[in-house]
């Protein structure tokens, strides 16, 4: 089977240089230096129709600039996102209306991601007034009222302000607003993040439901791995804005083979277990504005070597689908661990 | 009804009614308001009105003076053109509210506009604008004023210049003080476009215009609401400056600034009156917005607006 | 068998928010104990009064806040008998807090060295030169690599898990008895959560520290505290020992957090969720807060709220857990 949806090589670079005087510098005659952040540094995936894919790493490491790019809130530096088949990321503004219905986000606040200005049943109507048009005013008002069901929000409290409700009513309400458009691909930027424990299993559920009764596929975000093992077909873990690996659940967290991957798992809090015995890296985790050489893990890695401080680590698919990118595991001098 | 009820459930109303600075000052607003917009009702000269006003009454100082000269028809005296005070004052401080109001919309329709552009498009729209309104500010809202109505005096003449003198003032205030508005807005802008909620109808594909207008720009209404309040004191004190230095309003259609002004001339002569009354209205006006615009800054925003 | 005094004991504290619609009881009758050297993990929904709790221990709890009622005697003296002067010997002195965000502690125009030093100089008649000698043991302790170099750095240059390490050194500088921890690592990456909870988890077992650790997450807890209470909208739920808590939770609202978790179903099967959400505490039921959202409920839930009496092997507030030691007093 064929990707859904596809990643090629995304780079996405913020200038965070500020004004023209900032940017002067003097060292050696009058330059201009500007100060970038590499958030993408050429990520490649697939997700297939159905399937959730997670993106685990840690904060700052580019997933939800990747999820914004996906999305098309940015714009890439270079790069591609197909969407069965078509290319996507360079279409304008007027041409990729068609595909805004079918991709769909979830945010990450469910404080910041509802207009507090418009009462839910505006919200949630705007979207299917804009994308279907020949839709009657009854035919949508029924449309709100059964997303609304659909999510678990009683359609009575259509009038209500996004204040009069809790956060895990708010995040079923902006759930509901991409699903209004009838997508087929939702991306959710950790959606359950800002949640009580105890609501959160209520909205996983819910993801669960709605991807059983409509085989939507997912992109989610999240930095909870204990959720993303249970959710997710399949999992990528990132680091700096590099993909380190990408492989099916099972097989990444039982037999994860990057350094970084094996650090992150072993530090899953452990219901029970008394202390502790994860993996305790090095140094900390370097800016994105300057990248190391090589590999953006290497002065983390407890197994760099020279070549890991010169190249860049290329992503090997190997023969069970598996992608790592890592020096390491090519040459199989990690195999022993 | 309904509305009543959603206005005196809420919170605002309910600060409002545990603070009596903001209560005694919305009272006197009020007050004023009532009386110089009802001034007809309440006043028994119309000042505008020639064949009311007799030429002998001029200059009678306030009845309680017990001064040989007061007359009992004129509460606070006359001015001299042998207008009753009390209702000259009541006509002009509505000349002044309404050049005050009408200079604020103005001002925030370009500074709302302008803000709202150079917020969300940013990059070098933005720097322009921005530039642009920095440019305005550095002159002086007097500067302008004084430079157009003069101009507009000299070429068409003052006959002319009384009859549009109300819309002129009302074009220039509100052209000069623009850019307070646009830089509040473009603020709020700023940190409004980056929330999730404009993302989400980014994603939905909405247009550009859709989302400035429809989404953006009502939450970014509060700090516009705080800012109007400074803003209309402001603007009723520029038009009050300007009719002192007598380019400003005719004293045919007086505000309070130009009756400031033409009792000034009589104050050597011991008629105080003319320009005390006119005085302490304004100061009363301008303070009392003030006072109200402060408690609503409070409670709008604790922690923005503070040092 | 005469006990020993504990550290720490919270009899009935009650602190509640003067709200426009009324008074809202943020913690409501707690009671729990800490001995010395001893943690106990504070775990509960949002909300649910934790950070509260935690305040009102150092009486902190500010306007429009105020304690309702109940006492806490911090080594068997009551601290709201103590006037303000003698409250800022306890604070940051014989107890420490640590919060989630380094920044509310450090202050970011102030040299780390400067920060140390003027907090021991605060609670302690000490050269400047000993002052240094002592930050620069902590900060030694915290694992901060060339220590003396970082004394002369200011927050902004460290990364945020290094922050908290600052944060953490700085509450060892006075030796306290007891360390308040609230979220101390919600704002971080699991690797670097998991390096300053065994950092933590270390430091109090060497210098015999008590520690209250406040946090959303029953796992985190579960590797570091000895017992555990949890909360529930302003009260205490349960109280047992992390065994008994993490094995044999007794509260439904426990076992059902727990059988929340991912492990417990196969993958890619629905979780055990449970319905509904904490109710507003404004709006507080008469009878068991959980009532509607509970599985075990009976008819006297609806009416009466349940007392946090001794059942089996730890504490509960819930009229259906039955005891099955038999003895239950009635
Ligand atoms: N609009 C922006 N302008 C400048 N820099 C940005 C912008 N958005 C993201 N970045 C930077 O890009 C990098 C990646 O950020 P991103 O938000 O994608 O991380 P993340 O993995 O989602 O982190 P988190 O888990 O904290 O959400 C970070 O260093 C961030 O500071
Ligand atoms: N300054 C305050 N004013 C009004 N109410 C407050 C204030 N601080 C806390 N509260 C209320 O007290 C209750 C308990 O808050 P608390 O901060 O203790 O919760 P928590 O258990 O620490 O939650 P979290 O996990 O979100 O930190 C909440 O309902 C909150 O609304
Ligand atoms: S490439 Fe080298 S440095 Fe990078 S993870 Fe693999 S072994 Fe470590
Ligand atoms: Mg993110
Ligand atoms: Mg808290």
Redesign the interface.
Known sequence: MSDFIEIKNLVKRFDISGGLLEEIRFKGGIHRKKTVVHALNGVSFGIKKGETVSVVGESGCGKSTLA?CV?R?YRPESGEVFYNGKRVDNLS?AA??PW??K???V???PY???????TVYQTLL??IR??FRDVSRSEADDRVAAVMKQVGVDPDWRKRYPHEFSGGQRQRI?LA?ALA?KPEFIIADEPIAALDVSIQAQILNLFMDLQAEQGLTYLFISHDLSVVEHISNRVVVMYLGSLCEFAGTEQLYTAPKHPYTRALLSAIPQFGSEGFNHMRLPGDVPTPINLPSGCVFHGRCPHADERCRREIPAPITEADGRVVACHGVEEGRLEWL | MKLFKKITAS?LF?NFLRDPMAIGSATVLLFLLVASFGAPLFTSHNPYDQTTIDIMDAELPPIWTGAADADSRFLLGTDPQGRDMLSTMLYGMRVSVLIGAGAVVLQSLIGIIIGLIAGYKGGRLEALLMRLADVQLSFSTYMVAIFISAVFQGIFGMGVYSDYALGLLILVIGFAEWPQYARTVRASVMAEKN???V????????PQRRIMFR?IL??TMTPVLVISTVQMANAIMSEAALSFIGLGMPPSQPSLGSLIKSGFDYIASGSWWISLFPGIALVVLILSINLLGDWLRDYLNPKLYKD | MQKQEPLLSVRELSVAFKM?GGVLTAVDGVSFDLDRSQRLGLVGESGAGKSVTGFAILNLVSRPGYIAGGHVFFEGRDLATFSEEEMRNIRGNRISMIFQDPMMTLNPVLTIGQQMVETLKAHRHISKHEAEKIALNKLQKVAIPSPEKRLTQYPHEFSGGMRQRIVIAIALLTSPSLIIADEPTTALDVTIQADIMELLLNLCEEEKMALLLITHDLAVVSQVAERIAVMYAGRIAELGSTEAIVNAPQHPYTQGLLKALPQKVERRKRLNQIPGSMPSLQERPPGCAFYDRCELRGEICHRESPRLVEKNAGLVACHMVKDTTGKEEK
């Open positions: 914004r999305i809130i503004s990729i209306k805004r219905a991709m769909q986000m945010f990450q606040d910041a991601s509802l207009n507090p200005r418009m705007e979207p804009f994308h902006s607003r458009v | 919170n309910y929330k999730e909620y993302e989400a109808a980014r994603v939905i594909g909405l989404h009502p939450n | 426009r």
